[in-house]
């Protein structure tokens, strides 16, 4: 297939949109529990958004690297940055819009999740096909997306009492 990476950026969206809307209530429909805990969101804070976007990213990767990372050395490097660029776009867009016009509207949350899985992708896919060099070994690059993946769990186990960990709607921050 000529445009496989292509394929796969596409696949990836749609995976991490459509899991990603699922963990949004899977904490809710398990009756909140603590192992769904670990890679759902457990409220309604930017951080737990934040998760949502990680988690099926992370899954993602690791399916997708059965296939691609021996033939793209710079993979988990790219899946690294892309990761990283979304897990910014999130916040960044939040804060700016609520800041600036002072309201808090679902559609354009919605919007931002969705926007900023496809930047995640889109950056992937400039970085793998033209083979932009890493400074990080792939595996320390995987050990990073990892450690992420562990902050995640930490902080909402024990979030930080700052607006980023505290839900909007019952004040409260994580479980």
């Not at 809710?28 to 769904?36: A, E, G, M, Q, Y």
């Not at 600036?100 to 889109?122: E, H, K, L, Q």
Request: with cysteine; aromatic share 22%.
């Amino acid at each position: 297939m000529k445009n496989k990476l292509a394929f796969w950026q596409i696949g990836g969206f749609v995976f991490t949109g459509i899991t990603g809307t699922l963990l949004h209530f899977l904490y809710d429909w398990s009756d909140k529990s603590p192992f769904v805990a670990l890679f759902s969101a457990v409220n309604e804070s930017i951080w737990e958004h934040m998760k949502l976007l990680f988690a099926p990213l992370l899954i993602f990767a690791l399916f997708e690297s059965r296939f691609l990372k021996n033939k793209y050395p710079n993979f988990w490097c790219s899946k690294l940055f892309g990761t990283l660029l979304g897990l910014l776009v999130i916040p960044t867009l939040y804060y700016t819009y609520t800041g600036a016009f002072g309201v808090n509207a679902d559609w354009f949350n919605i919007t931002i999740y969705f926007f900023s899985a496809a930047v995640v992708f889109f950056a992937e896919w400039i970085f793998i096909k033209n083979r932009f060099k890493c400074l990080l070994s792939p595996t320390l690059s995987l050990i990073v997306l990892l450690l992420i993946g562990l902050t995640f769990i930490l902080l909402t186990f024990f979030p930080i009492h700052i607006p980023l960990f505290q839900d909007p709607l019952s004040k409260l921050y994580g479980i």
